[in-house]
């Protein structure tokens, strides 16, 4: 029983992050209409923005961690926005097809230039928050996974509050719907989506500082894989659906810590794409995806 | 207010619209008509700046607007209601009409303004937490005017309003559209297929046919014109 518990904390842990990297494929998805693979990047150059910032704001207290976690998110938001801007928007109404190979080589840039100014090898993370392992009967808990949840919980709320309650929220909303529509009421549909993609960079760094701070070892190639399963997550719970991406993050973390679990760790990886292809044989519109066809 | 000078504009290699010019005084309805695939949406269209044209021109307020892009056009108080109405099926219908008074910043007059759209349209005020897309055609219809409303225009553009709604409903929303122009002032380009409608309510009309003006007179003598009347009006 406890080992089972022990289990779900792993898995919800694990999936928060993979949630918290899926928000921004499935935002950007909703307004663009395309995969930003170079996100799992960003979730990278997170990472690497909290090790730089924790040697100018020592880390270890609840304080400086706060602030290193904002520090990296702002250096992601602007990142995702000059991204958007530079490769993306002078793009814009061309094929999908021309974005995502686009996108991809974005992705290697962030790579190539990571490898080339941050060096190949992997570098150990900083504890930039207090560590501490809480026994309960046979449950271990440490001071990251509940850094993880608290942390993943507070964004998910603020994400739900600007999205739904907030009037750039609602422009995205209805960006998302139709961007002819958004423009006719008075929306700049490019400020929305440099909106969008300040939002699902920051969060992304958020995923990136906490995936360091559970595996402490970063490298300039530490996004890729997070990032493929973050991807199966957003497909996994409707891509563009913001409520399907956490729960598609959560739910895939589980699984994968479940097939550990079972002496399965050699598949690990491969499972979240058994999952995906799964996912598009039989729910192609994802868990709480739409069964509607794709609008025009 | 509007004035429009040999506008061209093409789809690729189709040619849509050959030097249209028409114009459209301040305070009044003007209509533009014409069959299908005449090309009065592509009119609107580049007047909002959805499309570009290839050639002429489009003065509003005495301004050069063409090439300004459709949030700038909009801005000014020029506001084009699209073909199909384009409501956001996702939103309810009062984050509908917040989208609409998206450049408005004055809380206050965003809620007089939505006091008055609901005045007009009380079935979108009995409807306000259900999401558009589940409403009717003509209550969207009359959503995407009330969205319109709350960005407080001085000049709408109305594209095919009676399109697909019932002819009880469509004579109250004109009515409703003669309301808004008389009370508000709102000057009003009004697109349509049904001429009989469209020529009652306005003043002035101009005749689009595979994509240039053929005919523009005053709405009373192109009722009564009979070539109007065997093309358009159903003789
Ligand atoms: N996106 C487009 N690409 C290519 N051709 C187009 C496009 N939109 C319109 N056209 C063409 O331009 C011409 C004018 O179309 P437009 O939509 O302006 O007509 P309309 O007068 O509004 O017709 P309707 O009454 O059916 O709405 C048509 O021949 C149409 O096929
Ligand atoms: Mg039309």
Do not use: W
Request: with cysteine.
């Amino acid at each position: 029983m406890s080992e089972l518990l022990q289990q779900l904390i792993n898995g919800l842990a694990l999936g928060a992050i993979y949630a918290l990297i899926a928000l921004g494929y499935t935002m950007v998805y909703g307004v663009l209409r395309f995969i930003n693979f170079a996100h799992s990047d960003v979730f990278m150059i997170g990472a690497f923005a909290g090790y730089f910032l924790a040697r100018v704001v020592p880390g270890g207290s609840i304080g400086a961690g706060i602030v290193i976690l904002i520090g990296a998110m702002a250096v992601c938001a602007l990142l995702g926005v000059v991204i958007e801007k530079l490769a993306y928007r002078p793009l814009r109404g061309r094929s999908t097809l021309t974005v995502l190979i686009t996108a991809i080589g974005v992705s290697l840039l962030l790579q190539n230039v990571g490898q080339r100014i941050f060096g190949a090898n992997p570098r150990s993370f900083p504890s930039i928050f207090p560590v501490h392992q809480f026994h309960f009967g046979g449950i271990v808990l440490s001071s990251t996974q509940i850094l993880v949840f608290v942390v993943t919980l507070v964004l998910l709320f603020l994400l739900r509050y600007i999205v739904l309650h907030t009037r750039i929220g609602t422009a995205m909303r209805a960006l998302s719907f139709n961007p002819t529509a958004a423009s006719l009421v008075g929306i700049n549909n490019d400020r929305v989506i440099s909106f969008t993609f300040a939002l699902g960079s920051a969060l992304a760094a958020a995923g990136g500082i906490l995936y360091a701070s559970n595996y402490p070892s970063i490298d300039p190639l530490m996004g890729t894989l997070p990032g493929m399963k973050a991807f199966v997550a957003a497909v996994l719970g409707g891509i563009g659906n913001i409520a399907g991406a956490a729960v598609g993050g959560l739910v895939l973390g589980m699984v994968e810590t479940t097939v550990v679990g079972f002496g399965g760790s050699t598949y690990r990886d491969a499972v979240a794409f058994a999952v995906l292809i799964l996912i598009l044989l039989l729910r192609p519109e994802g868990l709480l995806g739409k069964r509607t066809a794709e609008k025009v | 207010m509007l004035r429009v000078e040999n506008l061209s504009v093409s789809y690729g290699a189709i040619r849509a619209l050959h030097d249209v010019s028409f114009e459209v005084p301040q305070g009044h309805i003007v209509t533009l008509i014409g069959s299908n695939g005449a090309g009065k949406s592509t009119t609107l269209r580049t007047i909002s700046g959805l499309i570009k044209s290839t050639g002429g021109q489009i003065s509003y307020d005495g301004a050069a607007i063409k090439g300004l892009p459709a949030h700038e056009i909009v801005s000014r108080g020029l506001c084009h209601v699209p073909e199909g109405r384009m409501v956001f099926a996702n939103l309810t219908v009062r984050e509908n009409l917040m989208m609409g008074a998206y450049l408005q910043r004055d809380a206050a007059l965003i809620n007089k303004e939505r006091d008055y759209v609901f005045s007009v349209f009380p079935r979108l005020s009995e409807r306000e937490k259900q999401l558009a897309g589940t409403l009717s055609g003509g209550e969207q219809q009359m959503l995407a005017i009330g969205r319109a409303l709350m960005g407080r225009p001085r000049f709408l553009m109305l594209d095919e309003p009676s399109l697909g709604i019932a002819p009880l409903l469509v004579k109250a929303i004109f009515q409703q559209i003669v309301e808004i122009n008389r009370e508000r002032g709102i000057t009003i380009l009004l697109v349509e297929q049904n001429a009989n409608l469209a020529l009652e309510i306005a003043t002035f009309g101009y005749v689009l046919e595979t994509g240039r003006v053929i005919l523009q007179d005053q709405a009373a003598a192109l009722r009564s014109d009979p070539k109007v009347r065997s093309a358009y009006l159903g003789g």
